[in-house]
Structures are given as C-alpha cells and as structure tokens.
C-alpha cells in the first residue's frame, strides 16, 4: 500500500476509528475497565459506555494515539512514511510533511517507536554476532561535546581513539540470524565484558541449536563453552571457508551508520535503545507486505511508554524487556579484611 491509496483508504476520523477497532476488538467492543463486553454504544459519538463500571472510552484507549491531538488519517500517514523510510527519518522533515510542529513530529515517532518494541523467538541456525561503535570522528578538534550524546559529526579532542579504546563513542552489540528471515536484535552495552555477551547470548538465541560466527575479540572466546562456536580473524582474512564471517550483521551496521549520519545527524544515548529498535523493526520486517498492519495492530494493543515527551520508565527496560528467564548469578563481593 503506497501513501496515495492510503490517503484515500484513511482519510477521514470515522475511517481510521472503524479500523483500529476492527483491529482491537474484532467484531465486539470490549470494555479496557472490566475486559467484558457489557457495552453499549454512545449515538453519534466514537465513545462506549462501560455498563458495569459506568465509565466511557474510546477504541484509543491505553494506545500510543491516547490523549494525541494530531489528527488519526496524520498518524497514520506518520507511520507509513516511518516504516517506508529504510534508514529512517528526522523529526524535522516529518513535521514540514505533516505540517505539524516539531515537538508533535517527535513525541509522535517516539510513541510509533515503542509499538516497534518486539518479542521475537531466540535466533537459531548460524547467527552472526558483532559489536559497533556510534559516534562521531575526530575532524574538529577544538570541539568539546557532551560524552553522553552519540554524535556521528565531533567528538572530545584529548586523544581521540578508534575502535574498542574510544571513550567517546556508545558500544552496541548486535546479532543476525542467517537464512531467509535474516532476524537481527541490537542492545546498547555500558561494557563489553565476557559476562556482557554470554548474558545477551543466553537471552536472545538458542544455544542448543545455534552455531555461533563472531570475530576474534577476546571477550567471545568462554562462547565455547555454551554454543557451537568460530571465529574469523578480521587482521588476516574477511570470509573463510565461504561460510564463517560476520558480513551480515556488518551490512545492518552500515544502515544503522548511515541513517544516523543522513537523517538524525545527534542522538542521545538515553534514547538510542529507541531508534536501534526502528532499524531493527523495519530489517526483520523488509520482506513483508503486511507490515503497516501489523503495525497498527501492535499500536493499539500496546500502552505508551512515553509521557510528556520523557519515557514512563528507564529506556532499557522497555526496550530489552526479558524474553524468558535464566538462572540468577550470585555475585560474591570480597570483603576488605582492614578496619575501620
């Protein structure tokens, strides 16, 4: 569906009403008080009278278009421009499409972004798994920045680093499971610890039935232990055998590159958890046609996680919410034998 035909299918409130209900609620309105269907419906109105709790509501209700006053056929129009864009686009060039404000293109694609939080199923087969570095290059080097912002155009001068020694870049770690699907999960990592990544490897990929591909980095090496396990070594060669590489999850590193570097230009650290899961929502999603749909379906099934334009909770645990759980670690500090 091109935005043309969309505009047509979309382009009154009573339309896109009749079709996130049809979504939500299938052929009967179901109260979000009591989840029942003791309802009855207000003449003239989009609203529902809850019978058992005396309460009315709308099919907006603990959605991400609750309390919006964007019009729906622009929210929609919003969200399939968003999932049209491979390497995204900036909150600026949705509000001169929209002809909406900055502020409202933002929180907007904010909310959209939360609806693009995934539960996927572990990966398995041959999954590639790799690190990188978001942040700027070293062209400017009177320039001071905050070191909490991944800028893709400055960075702090005093010896600037590439690589696993920078100070002033956000490490994300991402994995990608070859095949037809070719599904990819991404996490920002305070450290890159071997205890980091056998935590990310244990939650998102089934270790029984995975042969994991990873570079040389020192911290994949206990992988061993856990997973079916190679390694190329990136000094002497890119592919060897013409199977063990990590070309794959390199190649969703460009689009994350230079998406940022073409559209975003500055993210906050605090909110890149955000747009690493529209990057990966529109790639695990690239073949399917039915995508704006689904979309919709996750909108209104999901509450905002967002309020006055500031996430209800930290970041990271709405977006790396657990996928299943794993035995707790118990971590023994050591007790200094000194005296107070």
Not at 45 to 64: A, E, G, R
Not at 67 to 91: C, D, N, Q, R, V
Not at 193 to 222: C, G, Q
Not at 271 to 293: C, D, G, I, Q
Request: with cysteine; proline share 3%.
């Amino acid at each position: 569906m091109n935005l043309s035909v969309l505009q047509k299918k979309f382009n009154t409130r009573e339309k896109c009403i009749a079709f996130l209900e049809k979504k939500k609620w299938g052929d009967k309105p179901i109260s979000p008080f009591t989840g029942k269907t003791n309802v009855t419906k207000r003449a003239n109105s989009i609203y529902y009278h809850c019978n058992d709790t005396n309460k009315d509501f709308t099919v907006l209700k603990d959605t991400i278009f609750e309390a919006s006053k964007l019009p729906l056929p622009k929210w929609f129009m919003l969200i399939h421009i968003m999932l049209s864009a491979k390497k995204g686009i900036s909150s600026s060039q949705l509000a001169r499409t929209l002809g909406v404000t900055y502020k409202t293109a933002w929180y907007s694609a904010m909310r959209v972004r939360c609806c693009m939080v995934d539960d996927m199923e572990l990966l398995e087969g041959i999954v590639e798994m790799d690190e990188t570095y978001i942040g700027g290059k070293p062209k400017k080097r009177y320039v001071k920045i905050d070191p909490s912002i991944a800028n893709m155009s400055r960075v702090t001068p005093e010896k600037t680093s590439f690589g696993r020694g920078t100070k002033n870049k956000v490490a994300v770690v991402g994995m990608v499971e070859r095949g037809g699907g070719k599904k990819v999960v991404t996490k920002v990592m305070n450290s890159l610890t071997s205890r980091d990544m056998i935590a990310m490897l244990k939650k998102y990929v089934a270790t029984d039935k995975t042969i994991m591909m990873t570079d040389e980095f020192k911290s994949y090496k206990p992988f061993d232990e856990y997973v079916q396990h190679l390694a190329v070594n990136h000094s002497k060669e890119y592919v060897r055998d013409g199977i063990i590489h990590t070309n794959t999850i390199e190649g969703f590193w460009s689009i994350i590159k230079n998406g940022i570097r073409g559209q975003y230009h500055v993210l906050s650290k605090k909110y890149l958890p955000f747009y690493l899961v529209e990057f990966s929502y529109k790639y695990n999603n690239r073949s399917n046609k039915n995508t704006f749909n689904e979309t919709i379906e996750k909108a209104v099934e999901e509450d905002k996680c967002t309020v006055s334009y500031k996430p209800k909770k930290n970041v990271k645990r709405i977006v790396y919410k657990p996928k299943r759980k794993t035995a707790k670690t118990k971590v023994v500090k050591k007790r200094s034998s000194a005296k107070k």
